[in-house]
């Protein structure tokens, strides 16, 4: 499948961009498993500042795309430079510490009974569960300013088992952040919840995006209403290829969704957020 790269919208805001620090690099990478290639070839660049929101049907390599980008797999072929660092050629976990990521994978790894507040702190080593490291009062004082920001500093004591989904959501984000990441990265930070919780989070999510201080972020999803206000670019993927890369607006298209998901699908924007729907060949919406 070809990729369409889009255009800039706005020149002077993508110049600026295009002079921020390029955080991930990927160059001809492929992925490939029991002589299936599951990724690529992709060339895909994340900037300092950037928002990024990987969206694709079942099965596009979203998943397999941003365990490469969070050092946790090595490219078949292809060239991955992260922070300044190419795989391969350097201590992942090392790398790994100086990136935050929240996923379904990680979630199911904790302990039932590991505290919220260890299980933040042991984000700073990118290790799950108390080892024989040793704290000092600073690094507790990150933990509970990370779990204030997402709401959930009067989680602290309590232990992962006795979480709600969205609770967990929040917690797993505060120990993302807590270590002041170059690079957060979230899968489907949304899947799960229920339409308020959903709807919670979307929100302290888009206040992260406009926070110029936050870290450069990558979110899969996989409906676009979940994708929060603030977000700057998008990457459409289908069967490991590219289909669109680029500012946001220029890649969620009526047309580039239809292509990528193959039926009929018409996208809207009202107040900052997307909205998708299948469309019926006849040109009306079903119900």
Known sequence: MDAVTATP?????????????TLIDFADVEFRRGGN?????????????????????????????????????????GEIEILGETIGKTDMRDLRTSIGMTSTSLAERVPPLERVEDLVLSGGYAIVGRWREEYEEED??????????????????????TLSDGERKRVLIARAIMVDPE?????????????GGREDLVAYLGDLALDPDAPAIIMITHHVEEIPEGFTHALLLD???????????????SENLTSAYHQPITITKDDGRYFARRVRRGGTHRR
């Not at 950037?50 to 078949?76: C, D, E, F, H, Y």
């Not at 690079?183 to 339409?195: H, R, S, V």
């Open 37 to 77: 290639t599951l990724v690529g070839p992709i060339n895909w660049q994340v900037k300092e500042g950037q928002r990024w929101v990987v969206i694709g049907p079942n099965g596009a390599g979203k998943t397999t795309l941003i365990t490469m980008a969070a050092a946790q797999a090595i490219p078949s072929s």
């Open 239 to 253: 069967e490991g290829s590219v289909v669109a890369q680029g500012p946001i607006d220029e890649v969620l298209t």
């Open 140 to 161: 507790y004082e990150q933990v509970h300013d990370a779990l204030d920001q997402v709401g959930a500093f009067h989680l602290r004591g309590r232990t992962w088992n």
């Open 183 to 195: 690079l957060l990265i979230m899968d489907e930070p949304g899947a799960g919840l229920d339409l």
């Open 9 to 21: 919208i706005n020149p002077t805001k993508a110049s600026s961009t295009a002079r921020a620090a």
